[in-house]
């Protein structure tokens, strides 16, 4: 299971680390492994903004799988979208969390008890996957 932490919601700082990623994958899946991985998007302004976040699910996703058509060619792969190289379903895969602290430092502020269900959330799913 790989983890891969987004800081903020716009992943698109994060183009080289996607690319890399889709083609450990890919060689991945060439020796049989069955990798998986889930996005963590940190610092999400609301983590309930269903239709926002889905609109940075559908945006990731796009992302990935124009990544994953770049590495195919390079490696010689006949994947035409992520999930071609994994099992990938965006809805499950891609969790958001909101900022740890409330408030504002340089006071230290108490820290915020959404994100550490979030924290919970994203322990508890990854067992679940783990013990499978």
Not at 55 to 78: P, T
Not at 118 to 128: A, G, H, I, M, R
């Amino acid at each position: 299971m790989t983890l891969i932490n987004i800081f903020g919601e716009n992943p698109a700082d994060m183009q080289d680390v996607l690319q890399i990623v889709v083609q450990a994958f890919m060689r991945m899946k060439k020796v049989s492994f069955s990798p998986s991985c889930v996005f963590v998007h940190q610092n999400a302004t609301d983590v309930t903004a269903a239709e926002k976040n889905m609109d940075g699910k559908r945006c990731l996703q796009e992302k990935l799988d124009k990544r994953a058509q770049l590495v195919a060619k390079e490696e010689v792969c006949d994947a035409e979208c992520f999930s071609d190289v994994i099992a990938f379903d965006e809805k499950k895969y891609v969790k958001y969390f909101s900022q740890l602290w409330e408030g504002s430092p340089p006071m230290a502020p108490p820290p915020n008890p959404g994100y550490s269900e979030c924290v919970q959330d994203l322990k508890n799913f990854l067992l679940s996957k783990a013990s499978k």
